[in-house]
């Protein structure tokens, strides 16, 4: 058995597959306290997607699958730039002080309609490429290959399929490594003329979406909304990268090899409310921003002042290291960086 912090979803049981926000995670054991991080870098027609999906379990049996709509490049990342990703852009802390009296105290697989466009085993994951016809012979076919779908999360992948999309199968190969800090990082990257962060797998879910989403471009990026009828995702950071100020983020620097925009939202979405994937445009002008979060600080006195009327969404103040994340409530509002 392995300790792991699988690249997962919450909550589903054994021999279930479940979705995250990209794609969908099959294990035997229930996942929790889940928390996707990604980063998205678009670059001249290509997208690179630095996946890191952080979820309390012990299993040696975990495998993930994502549709892409293009032949994808798999590769093992470094999960230390998120660390410094959310150093970079973590919201701006002001305190309000609250005076308070005294001291406060209180088989073999069937190929029939599937195409394996590429396999290949990269560290401690085995990975396939395929395409289909349609979601039955897809489905049928990762079945065959102990990737255990839900009849439901095999039919999310009609409307990928239709398009000409491929369906990326990734498995965990390894059976005596430890992995207590976590499964290693993933970073997929594929040539796409409509940038897109894939969502609609995440409809099967049973439990709200986490997702914190970094973009990485020539320009200040939107993104859309994939669940209307609920608030879109919150725009935390926006702001120029330059390769000499990252002296002190040496994995993000290896990445930026020139100035760079980026943004980073992030959202809670619930799944019955998702209907379509993340689409990425340009915005309409190159604005920077860093959300401001409220705090209250208890001080002694001898007068209770008031101080602060919680609302506002929640700001996420640190990253999912270690597959963990703080949450402090309070009220953001826009400030130029």
Excluded at 52 to 66: P, S, Y
Excluded at 202 to 231: G, I, K, W
Aim: overall charge negative; charged content about 20%; proline content about 6%.
């Amino acid at each position: 058995m392995v300790s792991v912090a699988v690249l997962g979803l919450v909550g589903f049981g054994p021999g279930v597959a479940g979705a995250c926000a990209c794609g969908a995670v099959i294990t035997d054991q229930r996942l929790t306290d889940v928390q996707e991080t990604a980063l998205v870098e678009l670059v001249d027609g290509t997208e690179a997607v630095t996946l890191n999906i952080g979820a309390a379990i012990e299993t040696d049996d975990a495998a993930f699958v994502m549709p892409v709509p293009a032949r994808a490049r798999f590769e093992l990342a470094d999960g230390a730039v998120f660390a410094e990703l959310d150093e970079l852009t973590a919201p701006r802390i002001e305190y309000k002080d609250v005076v308070i009296d005294g001291d406060g105290a209180g088989a073999a697989p069937p190929d029939k309609g599937v195409t394996i466009v590429d396999q290949v085993e990269v560290g401690p994951y085995e990975v396939a490429q395929l395409a289909g016809a349609d979601s039955t012979s897809v489905a049928d076919w990762l079945t065959h290959n102990d990737f255990q779908l839900s009849d439901e999360l095999g039919k999310a992948l009609t409307p990928y399929l239709a398009e000409g999309w491929l369906v990326l199968a990734v498995r965990l190969t390894a059976q005596d490594t430890s992995f207590a800090d976590g499964l290693p990082s993933m970073r997929i990257t594929f040539a796409t003329d409509r940038p897109v962060y894939p969502m609609r797998l995440s409809a099967t879910a049973t439990s709200a979406q986490p997702l914190r989403l970094y973009v990485l471009a020539d320009h200040r990026m939107d993104v859309t909304n994939p669940a209307p009828e609920f608030a879109p995702a919150e725009l935390t950071y926006a702001g120029w990268v330059e390769p000499a100020d990252l002296t002190d983020h040496p994995v993000l620097a290896a990445l930026v090899d020139q100035r760079r925009f980026l943004t980073r939202y992030d959202a809670r979405f619930r799944p019955d409310a998702i209907t379509d994937d993340i689409a990425f445009t340009r915005a309409a002008g190159d604005q920077t921003h860093r959300a401001v979060v409220v705090q209250r600080r208890f001080v002694e006195g001898t007068s209770v002042e008031a101080v602060l009327v919680i609302g506002g969404a929640s700001a996420l103040l640190a990253g999912a290291v270690g597959g963990g994340v703080w949450y402090l409530r309070g009220r953001r509002r826009t400030r130029p960086a």
